[in-house]
């Protein structure tokens, strides 16, 4: 396949396209963490904050299937136009050490975008809680919901007065530098780490519960370990916030043909099983079934 070729995945209706992309920068920006930047239009002008794509390395089947990344940001070219994708990972692994040795010029494989984005806000204040790798769909969702940007081919607009951000990890070494929101009044970035080098000694859930009775919160977003999520979501049922949790659950196809990702929902008085890469990968908190 060309640059950005494009062929319809099924099922038709999802609007997925797949691609091979063009590596532009794989650049580091916190311990084992690194940006990586696409160059695929098609692609980059549609996703929607929430929203991921599946990426494997083309002519290699060790790894054979791909993997699920969140959308992290888009770029313009020179022209104005959306032009580049960016995805967040970590090395944890044989397809994220592989990531690691990508450069300029390089070919992935990508098909996307898949699943559902984050709810329409509405309100005043929005919380996001990140932990780790979790952060990187907070990027594109605050400038979304602040009028910075536009995401899907929609024009900004401002939904929200302001954003704060909770974002943790094991130490100040392993958080990314949020530079998209330092100049913004409008969002107030709180810091969390185990060995408290930065911010609060200690877990991002302790700093929610803080704010949650301290100030008025419309909505809270999650992405980030699921038992950071778990107990965010039981955090924000005792104070009766609404909450949204965007799963990190392991993929092989991203399209629901291999039911791979299934998390439990609630469904009546009993329980079903939804398929995180269609139904998700974001849910209301009081649909999953948190065990």
Known sequence: MSECDQQSL??????????????????LIAAHTFRLRLKCPAMASLMLPGQFLMLRLPGSNDPLLGRPFALYDTATADSGEVEFLDIGYH??????????????????????????GFPLFTGQHLVCVAGGIGYTPMI?????????????????HQAAQRVTIIYGARD??????????????????????????????GYVTEVLSELLTQQKVDTVYCCGPEIMMKKVALICQEQEVPCWLSLETPMACGIGACFSCVVKVRDGEGWDYRRSCLEGPVFEAGQLVLE
């Open 172 to 201: 100040q070494a392993h958080l990314a530098d949020l530079h998209e929101f330092k100049d913004d009044i409008r969002v107030d970035v709180k810091y969390a780490t185990d060995d408290g080098s930065k911010g609060h000694h």
């Open 91 to 116: 090395v944890v692994g044989k397809q994220t050490t592989l990531l690691e040795g990508l450069v300029t010029g390089d070919l992935v494989e990508i098909w996307g975008p898949l699943g559902n």
């Open 10 to 27: 099924e099922p038709p209706k999802s609007g997925a396209l797949q691609s091979q992309a063009v590596v532009v920068s794989n650049v």
């Open 140 to 156: 594109a969702v605050t400038q979304e919901l602040l009028g910075k940007k536009g995401f899907g081919g929609k024009q900004p």
